[in-house]
Structure formats: structure tokens, C-alpha cells
């Protein structure tokens, strides 16, 4: 089936998320839209999907237009969509889950039998593996996945739009999903292809289009190199690489010993995690989400007290100390979730400047803010982190990703710091942003801070670490050095040791891995 | 894109928070409606509440009765209802040009003054609470034990002039503080939900008063009635406005009390933790504010306000600790709260607002045979009209407000 959109535009009150873009999906063909966050890519999706009502264009099926109320109308229109954060109700089996909507009936009772018919059917056709019964909360998230992808060829969808898909898959995991995407497009299924990861566009993509500020600014070959891609979304050159120079490491700062984390229904959360890190060098933690990083950070900000082990911080034990002692020792803090727990979306910019310093001088006299003070605190501050605003009276929920980030670091490098934990920095933030935080965080290293970086993408694993811990259950499978290969780390994410993985990975290269990174070839592009 | 991502569902946390931040969203919403949808749910409440006014008028039942011979007459009778019991309301609560004396006509509005006075405290004290996160509403309790400790060192100590007014306020002010304090430690420390154990508290206080006018240390000599012994008017706020009015000095330390609420909530550190944990806890918590201590502080300067409410009834208003001292104040406060948006400007209006319904309402009930339980209408369609600004919006067809983040 081929979709075409036609001047597609959708605005929200005075902000134009799509503006008039036109986009031709070819039937059997893996079309990538690739576009930084906040491009426009995942509302243009909802327009097609049925979840927003455009306010102008047309969306035509095989030269037909058709206007899609909802997502069930889309569904039924031969559209499937599998979104970034999965539509699955976690208690219900598999086979429930994909009838959920659409309950085929017998006499008003719903009839299981046909839909685990249909689980296996498509499961066994595309090699998915997938057992009808198990419980959704039971599967790992590669095959919440495969039951998302199930649900939508349930509905004999015949375009399929991935969202973001591999945000949550280790390397292994990613391959195992473009196989199948592969699968799809030998079938006859269209695939739309949202990323913002250029490797696997390259890896996958028959078509690319790229948007930018909510318009289509061009089209490549997959061959176009990696580089004139990124520039192409971000709308200007942008370095990949992080330049950095090579580690000048000091004494040892953070020893970490034997730290174990037990929640109170017996689960262990972090198991014996030793590690130290020395100033002036950066220990990237990498896993795949939920190996325990978040709980390790946390318990060296001091947010678990129930953690034993120990952690010293300079010969200082940081277990047993409040979270306003640890910051007081000379912590800084980036947290994985920071509209969770790094920034407060209602108060100001200036607020948020000052979060962990307001009841220090200058920022209070006594009892008292000093709103002089913190005005020009939070003035310097935008200068120098380059905060896009208008003003610091701003509210941080006006902020965008990326500038709401600066934010958060500009308060957390604003201090004296002997040791700097960010996890996940760069999450949905923009290419330009992300080099931004990538710079400063080497800055801070440079400067003789030790640093530890927790992050599930590789890319940014590699590029800023100096050494690498792999995270998986809890535990430290193995500290590695920086030059470690992609196929490595990800065997590791996995659970593989080391040396295991070393074997391993020499037998069988994932296809990312095989897109090179300096694919510097004709530009075919049409950038 | 913002937009997607607020509509994304989030991993469900522990089934007990996902509780209390459903009361947090609520009560955000509720807070954070703006200034606009206020006014006219307050002018609906109004409107609807003349159709009842007008439907349980006996003369408007009469003529509806031949309606369609004579509709001038029905309509005639519904103006004459609904005039009259807002003229009347009117004249009870702001100037009654229709009274005898100056001093007659003038009283309305000192006696709405009169009854804002306590409203303001207890909203203040809630105001905090709710920008803090908390779903305090215990005010009612912590209207009594304020009310009940002032009573008391007002009556049973013989101090000098002026220092026995003070002892007694913030003896008062303590009484409420630590009541509420209870509700906060026990939130704090054991993390029991402030909304049950403040009801459970409000009916605990209720009681505990009934119980202390028994006893010889409150009740009267050789009185069985449940009425303690009048304080001494050394303990006693100054009447402002002379003899003939009732309105006391508890307004104007009440307005003090606006001001420093202000001052704490938009200039102190203090005001900030609570404003950060109520807006955020995670990120409070993550920024080394002591989330659980800032509940007990919130609660204590809650309960401490709320108590000022009772101090103002028994050292100003009545003069005497009795039953019905706290009426429903503790509860009107809530509504005043929610209508001031939890600011201190807005809670006065609010509370003025609600001061003048029911100073006014014994009028409209006597003038234009009006039930006052018109009134409690009114103020229970406030509230269920400012939290669904959505229906309000319809109605007047005010504009939706922009959402913000879309971009």
C-alpha cells in the first residue's frame, strides 16, 4: 500500500509542529524519518495515525484520500503503529493484549482461542518466538517489542510505523529488530522508520527524509555519510566525534566497595559494586536501562540509607550521610530523569539555578532569598551555558529538552565539585545540545573533578569515557578499557563476561558495528 | 516533541504514591485555574442559584401554576424572588440603605469583615498547605484547639494589659500548630496520609472541646451548660470600631498574617523548600531538602494560622469557648483556599466574599423568606464550578488557555 501525505501541517496554538510536508511511502519500502527531538517527526505520525486532527492537508492511501477520526480507523485502514513507550497492559498475556480493542467474540464471550491463533500464526511466520501466554510483564523488552509489532500485523497492517523503537534495545536486541523489519519489507509491509540514530538508518533505511523545525528539508541515500546526515537534521555542521585529549588521571577519588542494595521484598537491586574512580579521568557506566545504574547513582547521592558497602569519597565514607551532606562533601548531581527529579517544571529558571544553594550565602541573608543575587546568578549562568530564554523569570516547562538540561548542569558545575555523577546527560536532547554537555563535561573532568557518566548509548559510552563498567543485574560485569568494540560491550550489556565476549564477538559482527564510522562515500545525498 | 511526551503513560509507580500524586494533580488543577474561570463560576453559582431561590419561592409556585394564561404574572414573581433575595442578601452583608441609624447601616459591612476574619486565617493556613503539597483539612480541628487554648489562658490566667493578649494568641497559634503537627509528624515519619489522619483529628478535636466544657477547670459556676467562662477582657482583641461595632483587631492581624504568609511563601528559604517539595518532591529530595522534615514544618505553620482562626472566635467574635465556636469555618476555609488560589490576596477576597454570604444570609432569610441554606449552595457550586474549569469555559465560552510546553 502506498501512503502519501500532502501538505500536512499541525499546529499547536502559535507553534507550527508540521509545516505543509509532503512525504510518499512507497509500498515494500523502509522509509526512515530522521530528525532530531521535537522535529515534528512523532506528531507527524500521530496525524497519520489518527490521534491529531490535522489542520491541513491530506493523507491519500493508494491515490485515495482518506481522514482517520482515530486509531481505530487508522488500524482499520491498514496503518499499525508501535510507539516509543509501549501500549501494553503488563498483567495481561501476550494473545490479551493484542486482541485488546478489537476482542473477537463468540456469543459474547471473548474468544482467546482465535486470538492465540493469531499470535502464533504471525509469531512462527516471522521467527518471533513468542508464546501466546506468557504474561507482557513477564517478557524482556526486546519482546514487548515483537508483541507490539504482533499486535499491529494483527490488524493486517500493511504500513507500520516504528517510533523511536531502539531506544530501549541493547545492540543485539537492535539487530534482532532490524532483521525483522527486514522480514517486513520482503513481505510487502511498509515501514516508517523514526530515529534520530543515523547508524541504523544506514543500516536499514531504502529512503530517508529528514525533518527539521517541523518541515521536510531534504532527502539522502542511506549511503550518505553519517556526517552529511547529522548536519542535514541539525541544519548545520556538527562534530560526531567528542574531541578530547587523553585522560590525565590523579589520585584516586571515589573508592567504591562492596556495595549492595537490597529493596524490602528481598530483590537485589545492586549486588558487591566495587569500583574507584581517580580525578580528572571519566568512568562511563554503561548497561542496558534497569541493570541497576539508576539505584547505583542514587545510592552515592545518599537517596538509599538502607545500602551497606562502602563509598568513600576522598577517605570520607558518603553511606550514611544525608543528600545534603553528600552535595555538601562536593558532589554534583545530573539525575537520569530531570523532569523527575532535576528540575521543578513550575518554578522559575532562576529557581532551578539554585535548587541545592538557596539557603546558602549569597543566594539567602538568614531567612531571606536575595533576589538581587539570584537574578544575576541566574543571569551569568544563561550567558555562559548559552540557555535559550527570553528571561530568567521564565518558568522551566517553557523551556525546551535540550536548554532545560543546561539548566541542570549550569547548577550542578556551579560549585566547587570533587566528584560529578550524570546520568543519561544527553537523553532526548538535540545533536547541537549534546555536544554542548559533552564538552562541558570533559571540561569538568579537565578541570580535576573525578566523573562518572551512566548512559544506555553506546555512542556516548565511547566517546567520552576513559574507561567503561558494564552494569548488567546489579553487579559490574567487567571494567574495560575505552577502546573496547561495540560488539563487546553489547555482548556484555547482555550478561557475557568479558573474555566470553571477546571470543564471541570475534565470530559474529552486528550489522552496526559493520557501518563503519567514517562511511565517507559518494554524496549521493540529495542534501 | 513535549507534546508526546506528556501524553506518554509513565511506568506506574508504587500503587500508594500514584494515590497521593492523583490528590496532588487534582488539587494542582484546582489551585492552579485561573483568575478568570473564578469569577464567572462564582457569577454561574449565582445564577444557578437563583433558579432554586426562585423555585422555592410560594408565589412563583402559585403563578407557575397558570403559566401559560398569565406569564407576565410568573415572571413578574420570579424577578420579585430572585431581586429580592439578593437585595436583601446585599443589604445584610456590604450597606442597608433601609436602616434606621448610621451606625445600622453601616454594620453590614463590619460584620462581614467580622466573619471573613477567622476564613482568612484558616485559608492562609491551608493556602500553605496545598501550595505545599499537602492535603491538609484539618483546619477545622485546628480552629478548635486554637480557639480552645486562647479560651482558656484567656479566662483561667489573670495577666496584665496586653501581655495576657498576647500569651493567650499564641497560646492559640501553638494549640493549632501542634494539633496539625501531629498529622505532619505522623506523615513524616510513618508516611500516614495527611488527608485521613487530619478528618480523623477534626473529629478528635470536636469531642476533646465537648469534653473539656464538662470539666471544672472551663464550665461556668454552677452552670450545667456546655459555655466555658468568659475570657477576661484583658485577653480580649479591641474592638476597632467602637462599642456598636463587633468587629475587632483580629481583621487587622489577620491581614498581618496575609503579609507574612506572603513574605514566606515568595521571600523566605523556608517558603521555597515548601514550594519546591510541593511542586516537585523528587527534585527537592534530589537537591538535599529534607522532603519529610518540610511536611512537619508545613503542618506546624498551617495548624499554627488555622489556630489563629479559633483564637480570633473566642478573643474577638464571641468572648467564650462554646460548641458551635468553631461552626464550619475549618471547612468553609478549604473553599476559600481553592477560590483564592491558595494566594494570600486571593484568599482574602475569597474569605470576604464568603464572610458577606453569611453575614448576609440571615437577613435574606428574614426580608425575602429565603432559606439560608441558599448560601451553602452557592458556595458548594463555587467550588464544584472552579474544579471543572472546562464546564465553566463552555458556559461563558472564555477561551482555553494555551497549553503551555506545546512547542
Given at each position: 500500500m502506498k501512503l502519501e501525505l500532502r501538505g500536512i501541517t499541525k499546529v499547536f496554538g502559535t507553534f507550527t509542529a508540521n509545516d505543509s510536508i509532503d512525504l510518499v511511502i512507497e509500498p515494500g519500502q523502509v522509509h526512515a524519518l530522521l530528525g532530531e527531538n521535537g522535529a515534528g517527526k512523532s506528531t507527524l505520525m500521530n496525524v497519520?495515525?489518527?490521534?491529531?486532527?490535522?489542520?491541513?492537508?491530506?493523507?491519500?492511501?493508494?491515490?485515495?484520500?482518506?481522514?482517520?477520526?482515530?486509531?481505530?480507523?487508522?488500524?482499520?485502514?491498514?496503518?499499525?503503529?508501535?510507539?516509543?513507550?509501549?501500549?501494553?497492559?503488563?498483567?495481561?498475556?501476550?494473545?490479551?493484549?493484542?486482541?485488546?480493542?478489537?476482542?473477537?467474540?463468540?456469543?459474547?464471550?471473548?474468544?482467546?482461542?482465535?486470538?492465540?491463533?493469531?499470535?502464533?500464526?504471525?509469531?512462527?511466520?516471522?521467527?518471533?518466538?513468542?508464546?501466546?501466554?506468557?504474561?507482557?510483564?513477564?517478557?524482556?523488552?526486546?519482546?514487548?517489542?515483537?508483541?507490539?509489532?504482533?499486535?499491529?500485523?494483527?490488524?493486517?497492517?500493511?504500513?507500520?510505523?516504528?517510533?523511536?523503537?531502539?531506544?530501549?534495545?541493547?545492540?543485539?536486541?537492535?539487530?534482532?529488530?532490524?532483521?525483522?523489519?527486514?522480514?517486513?519489507?520482503?513481505?510487502?509491509?511498509?515501514?516508517?522508520?523514526?530515529?534520530?540514530?543515523?547508524?541504523?538508518?544506514?543500516?536499514?533505511?531504502?529512503?530517508?527524509?529528514?525533518?527539521?523545525?517541523?518541515?521536510?528539508?531534504?532527502s539522502a541515500d542511506p549511503t550518505a555519510s553519517e556526517k552529511e546526515l547529522a548536519s542535514a537534521m541539525v541544519g548545520r555542521s556538527v562534530s560526531l566525534t567528542v574531541a578530547k585529549e587523553d585522560a590525565q588521571p590523579g589520585d584516586v577519588r571515589l573508592t567504591v566497595k562492596d556495595l549492595s542494595l537490597i529493596t524490602s521484598q528481598g530483590v537485589p537491586l545492586l549486588r558487591d559494586v566495587s569500583f574507584d574512580v581517580r580525578s580528572g579521568e571519566i568512568l562511563a557506566i554503561a548497561g542496558v536501562q534497569g541493570n541497576g545504574q539508576t539505584e547505583l547513582t542514587e545510592t552515592l547521592l545518599g537517596m538509599h540509607p538502607k545500602a551497606h558497602g562502602s563509598a568513600?569519597?576522598?577517605?570520607?565514607?558518603?553511606?550514611?550521610?544525608?543528600?545534603?551532606?553528600?552535595?555538601?562533601?562536593?558532589?554534583?548531581?545530573?539525575?537520569?530523569?530531570?523532569?523527575?527529579?532535576?528540575?521543578?517544571?513550575?518554578?522559575?529558571?532562576?529557581?532551578?539555578?539554585?535548587?541545592?544553594l538557596h539557603d546558602k550565602a549569597p543566594y539567602a541573608r538568614g531567612m531571606s532569598l536575595n533576589a538581587k543575587v539570584i537574578e544575576e546568578n541566574a543571569a551569568k549562568h544563561i550567558e555562559e551555558f548559552d540557555v535559550r530564554t527570553q528571561t530568567?523569570?521564565?518558568?522551566?516547562?517553557?523551556?525546551?529538552?535540550?536548554?532545560?538540561?543546561?539548566?541542570?548542569?549550569?547548577?550542578?558545575?556551579?560549585?566547587?565539585?570533587?566528584?560529578?555523577?550524570?546520568?543519561?546527560?544527553?537523553?532526548?536532547?538535540d545533536v547541537g545540545s549534546i555536544e554542548f554537555v559533552h564538552k562541558r563535561?570533559?571540561?569538568?573532568?579537565?578541570?580535576?573533578?573525578?566523573?562518572?557518566?551512566?548512559?544506555?548509548?553506546?555512542?556516548?559510552?565511547?566517546?567520552?569515557?576513559?574507561?567503561?563498567?558494564?552494569?548488567?543485574?546489579?553487579?559490574?560485569?567487567?571494567?574495560?578499557?575505552?577502546?573496547?568494540?561495540?560488539?563487546?560491550?553489547?555482548?556484555?550489556?547482555?550478561?557475557?563476561?568479558?573474555?566470553?565476549?571477546?571470543?564471541?564477538?570475534?565470530?559474529?559482527?552486528?550489522?552496526?558495528?559493520?557501518?563503519?564510522?567514517?562511511?565517507?562515500?559518494?554524496?549521493?545525498?540529495?542534501l | 516533541m513535549s507534546v508526546e511526551t506528556q501524553k506518554s503513560p509513565q511506568p506506574a509507580p508504587e500503587s500508594e504514591t500514584s494515590e497521593d500524586r492523583r490528590w496532588n494533580t487534582a488539587l494542582r488543577d484546582i489551585v492552579s485555574s485561573n483568575a478568570s474561570v473564578i469569577v464567572f463560576a462564582i457569577i454561574a453559582a449565582l445564577l444557578m442559584a437563583a433558579v432554586l431561590v426562585a423555585a422555592a419561592n410560594a408565589e412563583v409556585q402559585r403563578t407557575a401554576g397558570y403559566i401559560f394564561a398569565r406569564p407576565s404574572d410568573f415572571f413578574t414573581a420570579v424577578w420579585d424572588a430572585v431581586s429580592g433575595a439578593y437585595w436583601s442578601l446585599f443589604r445584610g452583608a456590604i450597606y442597608d440603605p433601609e436602616a434606621q441609624s448610621v451606625v445600622r447601616q453601616f454594620k453590614p459591612i463590619t460584620?462581614?469583615?467580622?466573619?471573613?476574619?477567622?476564613?482568612?486565617?484558616?485559608?492562609?493556613?491551608?493556602?500553605?498547605?496545598?501550595?505545599?503539597?499537602?492535603?491538609?483539612?484539618?483546619?477545622?480541628?485546628?480552629?478548635?484547639?486554637?480557639?480552645?487554648?486562647?479560651?482558656?489562658?484567656?479566662?483561667?490566667?489573670?495577666?496584665?494589659?496586653?501581655?495576657?493578649?498576647?500569651?493567650?494568641?499564641?497560646?492559640?497559634?501553638?494549640?493549632?500548630?501542634?494539633?496539625?503537627?501531629?498529622?505532619?509528624?505522623?506523615?513524616?515519619?510513618?508516611?500516614?496520609?495527611?488527608?485521613?489522619?487530619?478528618?480523623?483529628?477534626?473529629?478528635?478535636?470536636?469531642?476533646?472541646?465537648?469534653?473539656?466544657?464538662?470539666?471544672?477547670?472551663?464550665?461556668?459556676?454552677?452552670?450545667?451548660?456546655?459555655?466555658?467562662?468568659?475570657?477576661?477582657?484583658?485577653?480580649?482583641?479591641?474592638?476597632?470600631?467602637?462599642?456598636?461595632?463587633?468587629?475587632?483587631?483580629?481583621?487587622?492581624?489577620?491581614?498581618?498574617?496575609?503579609y507574612f504568609v506572603w513574605w514566606l511563601m515568595e521571600r523566605s528559604t523556608l517558603g521555597f523548600k515548601f514550594r519546591a517539595v510541593g511542586l516537585n518532591s523528587d527534585a527537592a529530595r534530589t537537591a538535599g531538602i529534607s522532603v519529610n522534615r518540610i511536611y512537619l514544618y508545613v503542618m506546624l505553620v498551617a495548624g499554627g494560622l488555622a489556630g489563629l482562626g479559633g483564637v480570633s472566635q473566642t478573643l474577638g467574635t464571641e468572648g467564650v469557648l462554646q460548641e458551635g465556636v468553631a461552626g464550619s469555618i475549618g471547612f468553609d476555609a478549604i473553599t476559600v483556599a481553592l477560590l483564592g488560589r491558595s494566594r494570600p490576596v486571593g484568599i482574602i477576597g475569597a474569605a470576604l466574599l464568603f464572610g458577606a454570604l453569611r453575614a448576609g444570609s440571615p437577613l435574606m432569610q428574614t426580608a425575602s423568606n429565603t432559606p439560608v441554606d441558599i448560601v451553602q449552595v452557592v458556595q458548594a457550586l463555587v467550588v464544584l464550578l472552579i474544579a471543572a474549569p472546562p464546564l465553566v469555559r463552555a458556559i461563558f465560552r472564555l477561551p482555553a488557555p494555551r497549553k503551555e510546553g506545546a512547542a
Open positions: 497519520i495515525y489518527g490521534l491529531y486532527d490535522p489542520d491541513g492537508g491530506e493523507i491519500l492511501l493508494d491515490d485515495k484520500p482518506v481522514k482517520f477520526a482515530g486509531p481505530g480507523e487508522a488500524m482499520a485502514a491498514g496503518i499499525g503503529m508501535v510507539h516509543q513507550h509501549f501500549m501494553l497492559v503488563p498483567v495481561f498475556t501476550v494473545a490479551e493484549n493484542v486482541i485488546l480493542g478489537f476482542e473477537p467474540t463468540k456469543g459474547g464471550i471473548i474468544s482467546l482461542g482465535e486470538a492465540r491463533r493469531r499470535v502464533k500464526e504471525i509469531s512462527d511466520r516471522f521467527g518471533f518466538n513468542i508464546d501466546p501466554d506468557t504474561r507482557v510483564e513477564d517478557l524482556p523488552v526486546g519482546a514487548q517489542q515483537r508483541v507490539e509489532i504482533i499486535k499491529a500485523l494483527s490488524h493486517d497492517a500493511k504500513i507500520v510505523i516504528l517510533d523511536e523503537p531502539t531506544a530501549v534495545l541493547t545492540p543485539q536486541e537492535t539487530d534482532e529488530l532490524l532483521e525483522i523489519m527486514r522480514q517486513l519489507k520482503n513481505s510487502g509491509t511498509s515501514i516508517v522508520f523514526i530515529t534520530h540514530k543515523l547508524r541504523e538508518v544506514k543500516a536499514i533505511a531504502d529512503k530517508i527524509s529528514v525533518i527539521r523545525r517541523g518541515k521536510i528539508v531534504g568513600q569519597l576522598n577517605g570520607e565514607e558518603l553511606l550514611g550521610k544525608s543528600i545534603r551532606e553528600v552535595l555538601d562533601v562536593g558532589l554534583g548531581f545530573v539525575p537520569e530523569d530531570r523532569n523527575k527529579d532535576g528540575l521543578i517544571a513550575g518554578f522559575t529558571i532562576e529557581e532551578n539555578m539554585i535548587l541545592d530568567s523569570k521564565n518558568l522551566a516547562s517553557q523551556l525546551s529538552g535540550g536548554n532545560q538540561q543546561k539548566v541542570v548542569l549550569a547548577r550542578e558545575l556551579s560549585r566547587p565539585l570533587q566528584l560529578f555523577i550524570a546520568a543519561q546527560p544527553t537523553r532526548g536532547l563535561v570533559i571540561a569538568e573532568r579537565d578541570s580535576g573533578t573525578a566523573v562518572i557518566i551512566v548512559s544506555t548509548e553506546l555512542d556516548e559510552v565511547l566517546g567520552l569515557a576513559d574507561r567503561i563498567a558494564v552494569m548488567y543485574e546489579g553487579h559490574i560485569i567487567g571494567i574495560v578499557p575505552k577502546d573496547t568494540s561495540r560488539d563487546v560491550l553489547g555482548l556484555m550489556m547482555a550478561g557475557v563476561d568479558y573474555d566470553a565476549a571477546l571470543t564471541k564477538a570475534a565470530q559474529h559482527e552486528t550489522t552496526l558495528s559493520a557501518v563503519s564510522d567514517e562511511t565517507d562515500i559518494s554524496r549521493g545525498g540529495a | 460584620e462581614t469583615l467580622t466573619a471573613a476574619t477567622p476564613l482568612i486565617f484558616a485559608g492562609l493556613g491551608l493556602g500553605i498547605g496545598f501550595r505545599s503539597g499537602l492535603f491538609n483539612i484539618g483546619a477545622q480541628g485546628q480552629v478548635v484547639l486554637g480557639a480552645t487554648v486562647s479560651a482558656f489562658i484567656g479566662f483561667a490566667f489573670d495577666l496584665p494589659v496586653g501581655i495576657h493578649l498576647i500569651v493567650a494568641v499564641l497560646g492559640g497559634v501553638l494549640g493549632g500548630a501542634l494539633w496539625a503537627g501531629i498529622a505532619g509528624y505522623l506523615k513524616a515519619r510513618f508516611g500516614a496520609n495527611e488527608v485521613i489522619v487530619t478528618i480523623m483529628l477534626n473529629s478528635i478535636s470536636g469531642f476533646l472541646m465537648s469534653y473539656l466544657l464538662t470539666t471544672d477547670a472551663f464550665k461556668r459556676e454552677g452552670s450545667n451548660n456546655p459555655v466555658s467562662q468568659r475570657v477576661l477582657d484583658t485577653a480580649m482583641f479591641p474592638q476597632i470600631m467602637g462599642e456598636n461595632f463587633r468587629l475587632h483587631a483580629g481583621f487587622l492581624l489577620a491581614l498581618i498574617a496575609a
